[in-house]
């Protein structure tokens, strides 16, 4: 049997619903006018930090922490040294991400055949059969039940919900720098890789169907057959078992990776205050598009491949550090003073929403007829729109830092001062706090490191391993404000 008899053994069974329910379903069906949600915007600002400081909620403001620089506060830069950091490696993976990559491809049938959906109204089609025995009923809605779990599954590990949508992403550092008495030199090479997946209102829509666990309310389960079926008809291809486009979630990359050069340049200027100022090229790439279905099972292999817009600019930071006679460091530290153009992009998707409602007259007036409400499908095209803004946002940023012993020490940073970065929604955003304890293991050739710290509003932690001062390993568990969900961070360098 073709899926539109599926439609018409559905209306068949409704005169007998309308019989016992007191419900009739119309023939035909009603257009809305089309829906313009909200847009969200998807804002992105580069926040480089080392994976030490990442343990440490990201105080680095008066921090020296592993003695950076060239990404912290430049003011580093005064303390006289020579290190060249021939290696370093870090990357972020949130295991959300991973999970959602499995999902997708161990479900690229239901995104291709629309397997989970072609089940759900051969169920139907056995449920509505007006010569099925309550059996074979009992086992058409178990048939429902099993296609339905994958939409409530996809929303849960992928896409979220439309009003909470998932983001999902990692993130890969790789570094080359060094530092020459007061003159550092860095290039390094910042790489997001995100991507979303936006659950169709089709889907979301089934999500939110109950279906009754049993045939002990018989009208009850018809019901959400009924709704079931009338959203699944948004995008039934008639003479066909497939759906259109329009009733899948859709997939797009928001990608970018910043290209760093700098130069940077501190000593003391007066009186114990430290001062430093770092110069930067940066190339900013980035890509905003829609991911081909048949990609889903590479979603991350293909994150990086296709950074086809970018920018070029210059900034600089410039930042002061000094320490007050009790030992306290206090630190300064502006970052990009001269502006970078900020990237704009947006991506559109379009759906379509089928319900099923009471039947309403020009006053929104329930109708009725022969004493039966009447109920009808309602089709309802929705346009989503997804802007994208990647800032590079001037930041004056705060810091103390003390040392309570060789071992043990704090520090807390008040970030964005003026308020410039829009991503941060309250002071409690802008406030870092760390904390580490350092025990050398074996004199100095081994020492290892625990951090704990408070920054983007979460807790956070991380574990240290230096060997010989010149092999660095370290990892944290901590915030990722960009895909917004905690990650796993690690961090490789080499230092000569």
Request: with cysteine.
């Amino acid at each position: 049997m073709k899926y539109p008899m599926v439609l018409i053994s559905l209306l068949i069974f409704s005169v007998t619903l309308a019989a016992q329910g007191n419900y009739q379903f119309r023939r035909d069906e009603k257009p809305l006018d089309p829906i313009f949600p909200q847009p969200i915007l998807l804002h992105y600002s580069s926040d480089v930090a080392d994976v030490s400081q990442l343990g440490l909620g990201k105080v680095q403001t008066a921090w020296r922490n592993r003695g950076e620089g060239m990404m912290g506060n430049p003011a580093f830069l005064a303390h006289r040294e020579n290190r060249i950091d021939a290696f370093s490696i870090q990357t972020a993976f949130p295991p959300t991400t991973w999970e959602a990559a499995w999902f997708l491809e161990d479900h690229m049938d239901e995104f291709i055949d629309a397997a989970s959906m072609v089940q759900i109204l051969d169920g139907a089609e056995a449920f509505f059969d007006p010569e099925a025995a309550p059996q074979d009923r009992w086992t058409a809605l178990r048939e429902i039940q099993d296609g339905l779990s994958f939409t409530v599954d996809l929303m849960n590990e992928v896409t979220g919900s439309s009003e909470a949508p998932q983001k999902h992403g990692f993130s890969v550092l790789p570094r080359l720098g060094a530092q020459f008495g007061h003159w550092g030199v860095s290039v390094y090479g910042y790489g997001q890789a995100n991507f979303m997946v936006r659950q169709s209102p089709t889907l979301e829509a089934l999500a939110n169907v109950e279906v009754p666990e049993n045939l002990k309310d018989t009208k009850e389960a018809t019901r959400s057959i009924l709704q079931i079926l009338a959203i699944l008809s948004a995008g039934l291809i008639k003479d066909k078992r497939s759906f259109s486009q329009e009733v899948f979630p859709v997939a797009f990359y928001l990608s970018y990776m910043d290209i760093v050069g700098s130069i940077g340049y501190g000593n003391h200027v007066w009186k114990g205050i430290n001062a430093g100022a770092v110069f930067k090229i940066i190339n900013r790439r980035f890509s905003l598009n829609r991911i081909p279905v048949v990609q889903y099972d590479e979603i991350i292999e293909n994150a990086f491949s296709d950074l086809n817009q970018s920018k070029t600019g210059i900034t600089f930071d410039a930042g002061l550090q000094t320490r007050l006679p009790f030992g306290t460091d206090v630190g300064l530290c502006f970052k990009n003073i001269l502006p970078f153009q900020t990237l704009n992009d947006e991506i559109s998707m379009d759906f379509v929403k089928h319900t099923v409602e009471y039947d309403k007259n020009i006053n929104g007036e329930i109708q009725v007829e022969d004493g039966d409400t009447l109920m009808v499908r309602y089709k309802c095209p929705v346009t989503l729109t997804l802007p994208f803004e990647l800032k590079l946002p001037f930041c004056a940023n705060f810091g103390i830092h003390h040392a309570f012993s060789r071992q043990w020490s704090a520090g807390l940073d008040w970030i964005d001062v003026f308020e410039n970065d829009t991503r941060y929604k309250s002071t409690t955003g802008r406030i870092r706090l760390g904390s580490q304890y350092e025990q050398p293991i074996w004199r100095n050739k081994l020492a290892l490191a625990g951090r704990l710290g408070f920054g983007d509003e979460h807790l956070c932690g991380g574990l240290g391993i230096s060997i010989y001062n010149k092999v660095l390993i370290d990892g944290a568990y901590a915030w990722d404000s960009i895909i917004e969900c905690y990650a796993y961070h690690a961090q490789l360098r080499v230092v000569l």
